[in-house]
């Protein structure tokens, strides 16, 4: 009874190509989030979506766009990968009050070639 | 804007001492404080978080950690360390006037047997 799912777990593609991860919460969370996590294991959060709208945009390129078809979806399309776009990213979610912890998805293990 | 600083990247104890993870925050409001572990190849657990109530937190695992205001720390201790501790620990300051959840640079903690 996953509370947020990640699909897929491991993406290997070319360099080019466009690809999409999708993450899903269970727990009627209104804020979504997406977070990429690099070699350092540094965590930096890319996007939030708070009830469907897009809240904050970390200075990603253009070629990320999320898209969030209702609240308990927030997918990642990525367009033109390129090698720097190899990554965890791991997609979240909370409620929108101050004292509730994020809850993560297992992450998604984009390899570019 | 809130961040916070994790002040070692890597620690070593031996199985059976204390842990000490240090972390400092920045706030211009009360914050709510985190700190989550990740095992090797793994998504991200919560150990235990601070929001308001009682400055001494206990989470998971035996692990715990005090607020400080007046030295803006929120540091997590465990008074013996086990073979299975070793993973990354990342202290996490949320500020939901902003729907941020911004993570430390996290803390690579080894077991020496």
């Known amino acids: 009874d996953t509370a947020v799912s990640q699909t897929p777990k491991y993406l290997v593609t070319q360099m080019g190509n466009d690809k999409s991860i999708k993450c899903e919460q269970n727990?009627?969370?209104?804020?979504m989030y997406w977070y990429k996590q690099d070699s350092k294991k540094f965590l930096k959060i890319m996007f939030s979506?708070?009830?469907?709208?897009?809240?904050i945009n970390e200075t990603v390129p253009n070629r990320f766009s999320p898209k969030s078809p209702d609240k308990a979806h927030l997918n990642l399309h990525i367009n033109s990968l390129e090698l720097g776009d190899s990554a965890v990213y791991f997609c979240?979610?909370?409620?929108?009050?101050?004292?509730?912890?994020?809850?993560f998805g297992q992450g998604t293990r984009l390899t570019v070639v | 804007a809130q961040s916070v600083t994790q002040l070692d990247s890597h620690v070593s104890v031996s199985e059976g001492t204390p842990v000490l993870l240090r972390c400092n925050y920045s706030?211009?409001?009360?914050?709510?404080l985190f700190w989550y572990v990740q095992h090797p190849n793994k998504g991200l657990q919560l150990l235990l978080k601070?929001?308001?109530?009682?400055?001494l937190v206990k989470g998971i695992n035996g692990f715990e950690a005090e607020f400080k205001k007046s030295e803006t720390s929120f540091h997590l201790t465990k008074p013996s360390a086990h073979m299975s501790d070793a993973a990354e620990y990342f202290c996490?300051?949320?500020?939901?006037?902003?729907?941020?959840?911004?993570f430390g640079k996290g803390t690579r903690l080894h077991i020496l047997p």
């Open positions: 979506y708070n009830n469907k709208e897009l809240i």
């Open positions: 996490v300051v949320s500020d939901r006037r902003d729907d941020k959840i911004i």
């Open positions: 979240a979610s909370s409620a929108r009050d101050r004292e509730t912890e994020a809850f």
């Open positions: 601070y929001t308001s109530a009682a400055t």
């Open positions: 727990l009627g969370h209104d804020t």
């Open positions: 706030s211009s409001y009360s914050p709510s």
